[in-house]
């Protein structure tokens, strides 16, 4: 799987770099997706339904020692796969 953003990954700091690396394995290992991860890239299109976005929720927890509240379990709260590598930094 390849890793891009909108900006063909020139401006991407290595913390974001590691971070959407590491966002690509979860997926390519929970979803089974082959597609290129774009950091701007809606992450619905990533995620089929509900059980996805949970597989995806329950690797990040476990990889970043972190835990999502009830509240923040909003699909709308990651719009955009940049929107949950976010949301990881605010975490940790």
């Known amino acids: 799987m390849k890793i891009i953003d909108v900006n063909g990954g020139e401006k991407m700091d290595k913390s974001n770099r590691a971070m959407l690396s590491k966002l690509t394995e979860?997926?390519?290992?929970?979803?089974?997706?082959?597609?290129?991860?774009?950091?701007?890239k809606s992450l619905a299109s990533y995620i089929n339904n509900s059980i996805d976005f949970i597989?995806?929720?329950?690797a990040v927890e476990?990889?970043?020692?972190?835990?999502?509240?009830?509240?923040e379990l909003e699909t709308d709260n990651f719009e955009t796969v940049k929107d949950l590598i976010?949301?990881?930094?605010?975490?940790?």
């Not at 290992?29 to 991860?37: A, K, Q, R, V």
């Not at 597989?55 to 329950?58: A, D, L, M, N, S």
């Open 26 to 40: 979860i997926c390519k290992e929970n979803l089974g997706i082959n597609d290129t991860l774009i950091m701007e």
């Open 55 to 58: 597989k995806i929720v329950v």
């Open 62 to 71: 476990t990889e970043y020692n972190i835990e999502f509240t009830d509240d």
């Open 86 to 92: 976010e949301f990881i930094q605010n975490k940790l």
